[in-house]
Every structure is written in structure tokens, then in C-alpha cells.
């Protein structure tokens, strides 16, 4: 089964820089979504793109998405210290049922 | 109001003891998931079940035994539990499987085998 694998897997930063983790996969998807969990807590659906799409922005948050090296970024722009949190990515394969692959995760440490 | 509700947060048990773990959401979706994550935050999905019906079935012990008795609920019970089931489970829901739809997940419920 496909797999996405963030690169670096540790960012500490300080508040208002920007923060940018990558995810590659193995197989062809519908769609990738990117995902944030605080210590602690369950994860939080930050940002979708479809296998159609290159960029997609929301709010503070820049994701790439790039279906022939098989990779996808995620930019937050002027961190915060709530942004403190591991990312996630996950992609859904092109055979459907919204079955979804997760990475290893990001931790993001943001330093005020 | 939580829209994914697990109970409970906290399960201490020992070794060879069942025990069951509950998820509901209140978001009128009609799927819904279970997944485990290992202490390096590994997050693989278990099983999941749309409209009361099992879709997804991974290479899980037939320990686990998932149940939906409504499309709301989805809770899942563990026989015999081991060292190794020790993890957080994480239930989820999504609007239902074609999409792409987000999903939704619950806080967890943090095992610990003993």
C-alpha cells in the first residue's frame, strides 16, 4: 500500500518564519490531503488538493502538489506558536473508498 | 458539540483482558474509521465501514472485532489484548465514500496493555 513520507521530520522554527514539510508517495491518487495534530489531541483536516491541481492556498497555508515526482509541500507562512503541532500527510489512492494512507508526520515546533 | 466523541480517552488493562472501545459522530456521515497510531505516531488505518457495512478490513488481528449498529456509531472490541496493542485508537467519519471528503477524527483513546 501507498505511503506518504514527510522530509524533515522535526522543524524548529522561530515565530513569523515560515515552515515548509514535503510528502512523497509511491502510487497514483485522487487526492492528497494534509492533516494537523496537537499534542495530544486527534488529527484536523487542514487542506485537500486533487490529483488535477498544482497549488492550492488556504489562509496561511501554501500546499503543492506535483502528481509526476510523486510529491506535495506544505508552506505555513508567519508561524505562530500555535502552530506548534506534528503535519501529516495522507493520500488517497486512485482506487477509491476514501481509503486513506498516512505519512509519518512532521513535528513542528514553533518557538515565540 | 463534538462531532466525534470517543470513550474512553484512557484504557489501562492487562494482558489476556477484552475490552471495547466506543466512537460516535454526530455529523450525519455515513462512513466512518478506525485507525491506530504506534508510539512513533505512525497512523495506519483498521477498518472502516460505510452505512453500517464493512468496506475496509486491513491485516488485523481477528482480535479486533469492529460493530456499527447505526451508521452514527462505530466502536470496536479488542480480545485478549497484548503488549503490542498498546496504542492510540482513533475513530473518524467521513461524508460518506466517494468524495474526496475529509475526515473527521475523534480525540483518541490512549490503550495501555500492562
Known amino acids: 500500500s501507498q505511503q506518504g513520507e514527510e522530509d524533515p521530520q522535526a522543524l524548529s522554527i522561530q515565530e513569523g518564519e515560515n515552515a515548509t514539510m514535503n510528502c512523497s508517495y509511491k502510487t497514483s491518487i485522487n487526492n492528497l490531503q494534509w492533516y494537523r495534530q496537537n499534542s495530544g489531541r486527534g488529527l484536523v483536516h487542514l487542506i485537500l488538493i486533487r490529483s488535477n491541481e498544482r497549488e492550492k492556498h488556504s489562509g496561511r497555508l501554501r500546499v503543492t502538489l506535483d502528481t509526476s515526482k510523486k510529491s506535495s509541500s506544505l508552506l505555513i507562512t508567519a508561524s505562530r506558536a500555535a502552530d506548534t503541532a506534528s503535519y501529516f500527510c495522507?493520500?488517497?489512492?486512485?482506487?477509491?473508498?476514501?481509503?486513506?494512507?498516512f505519512g509519518k508526520g512532521n513535528q513542528v515546533v514553533v518557538i515565540p | 458539540d463534538t462531532a466525534v466523541s470517543q470513550t474512553p480517552k484512557y484504557l489501562v488493562t492487562q494482558m489476556g483482558n477484552d475490552k471495547s472501545i466506543k466512537c460516535e459522530q454526530n455529523l450525519g456521515h455515513d462512513t466512518m474509521y478506525w485507525y491506530k497510531q504506534d508510539s512513533k505516531k505512525f497512523l495506519k488505518i483498521m477498518f472502516s465501514y460505510n452505512n453500517k457495512e464493512l468496506i475496509i478490513n486491513e491485516t488485523v488481528p481477528n482480535r479486533f472485532s469492529p460493530k456499527s449498529p447505526d451508521k452514527a456509531h462505530l466502536n470496536l472490541h479488542i480480545n485478549s489484548l497484548e503488549l503490542g496493542d498498546s496504542a492510540v485508537y482513533f475513530c473518524?467519519?467521513?461524508?460518506?465514500?466517494?468524495?474526496?471528503?475529509?475526515?473527521?477524527f475523534g480525540p483518541g483513546t490512549r490503550l495501555t496493555v500492562t
Open positions: 495522507a493520500t488517497d489512492a486512485a482506487y477509491g473508498n476514501n481509503r486513506l494512507a
Open positions: 473518524a467519519s467521513s461524508k460518506d465514500l466517494g468524495g474526496p471528503y475529509e475526515q473527521y
